[in-house]
């Protein structure tokens, strides 16, 4: 494995501060585990378990929620980190001000259109959300089980069109598939 550019290692570190600084105020659903855990999770789940070693991948890993959740837009990320990234980290923005139903076909479908490297990430996102159930409290935990694999389901149906072309997909379908077999 070759190691990457000192250019690039300052990126993700700067796409780390950045995510972290964005997100300092939020926590997962337990209520004390800091929400920028979950990024860096989803960008060493990508890295480490898919193997993907593509920058646009490892970078909006970790800056997948912002969009969605602080009050970065898409014009901060593209500055920042190139339009690439910004067009990834787009295609994994949910529009809040939907109705959820119409929110997640429209959601499905820009994530079906977008770069492959946004369908990395949503594999990712899904193998660290599941691995995360254990923090709801124990009456929550069928339904939010139920609806995470689910959402598994979904990321994998996605993904499959164009996995062939992508060995960091077929890696992710296999790790989420396994989760879910678990």
């Known amino acids: 494995m070759q190691a990457p550019s000192p250019q690039f290692a300052s990126l993700m570190q700067h796409a780390v501060a950045y995510a972290s600084r964005k997100h300092r105020h939020q926590t997962r659903k337990d209520g004390f585990t800091p929400y920028a855990s979950h990024v860096v999770r989803v960008a060493f789940t990508a890295s480490t378990l898919f193997g993907s070693r593509s920058e646009v991948v490892l970078l909006a890993a970790l800056l997948h929620d ?8 898409y014009e901060d990320i593209e500055d920042r980190f190139g339009p690439a990234v ?13 109705p959820e139903a119409e929110r997640e076909r429209e959601y499905d479908l820009a ?40 959402r598994c389901e ?23 598939r396994g989760l879910l077999e678990a």
């Open 66 to 73: 912002l969009i969605e959740d602080t009050t970065t837009d």
């Open 86 to 98: 910004a067009r990834a980290v787009a295609a994994l923005t949910k529009n809040m001000a939907l």
């Open 111 to 150: 994530l079906s259109r977008g770069p492959w490297e946004a369908l990395v990430v949503k594999l990712a996102d899904v193998y660290d959300n599941f691995c995360d159930l254990e923090t709801y409290p124990i009456a929550e935990r069928a339904e939010q089980t139920r609806k995470a694999r689910e």
């Open 154 to 176: 979904r990321a994998i149906a996605l993904a499959q069109p164009h996995a062939a072309d992508h060995p960091e997909l077929q890696t992710g379908i296999v790790m989420v």
